[in-house]
């Protein structure tokens, strides 16, 4: 399943219900959202809701506002059964932001 939604902007509860609502059964996913802001109780919940059965997921958020805290919640939380993970955050403010919040995740990736 390939979602693109570039040019929508979705609270972090509509986000949480969108995924909620895919199949459990998917195995490959492929989401771009465009403006999504998400807490760290926010990116736990969205992980856990994403299909158990999941393989193979990219997560490509375009203007994502995530605090370093809420992205390791997020990888954290996803599918035991994933192979392949591609995870784009876009929409930094700067580069201490990027190192900020790069740092934790790439330690939550090679934690997986």
Known sequence: ??????????AEAEALALVGSLPRELKVLKLV????SLSCS??????????????VLH??????????????????R?????????LELWGLD?????????APLAEGVVAL
């Open 78 to 86: 996803l599918p035991q059964k994933l192979v392949e993970l591609q």
């Open 42 to 55: 926010g990116a736990g919940s969205f992980a856990e809701r994403l299909p158990c059965e999941l393989r």
């Open 1 to 10: 399943l390939s979602l693109l939604l570039c040019e929508t902007a979705l």
């Open 33 to 36: 959202f465009g403006c999504i």
């Open 59 to 76: 997560l490509c958020f375009l203007d994502c506002w995530m605090e370093p805290v809420a992205g390791q919640s997020l990888l954290g």
């Open 94 to 102: 700067s580069a201490d932001d990027a190192d900020a919040t790069g």
